[in-house]
């Protein structure tokens, strides 16, 4: 099944969110706070949707090693 869409979705928020955490370890600066507000709902819900992401991608590293060995 090619999920490839869904690979590179995760990829982009997961960049995404990395970037924010530069910029809070950086800067002390959190974009996602100062876009939505400090732990309101939507806040929640996409630091929720990066970790999932997160997690998502873990299979994608494992899906790609294999892929790479059968080659």
Known sequence: MDNRGLDYTALIISVIGTLNWGLIGLFKFNLVSWIFGDMSWITRIIYVVVGICGLYL??????TGSDSRTE
Not at 58 to 63: D, H
């Open 58 to 63: 873990l299979s994608f590293i494992g899906r």
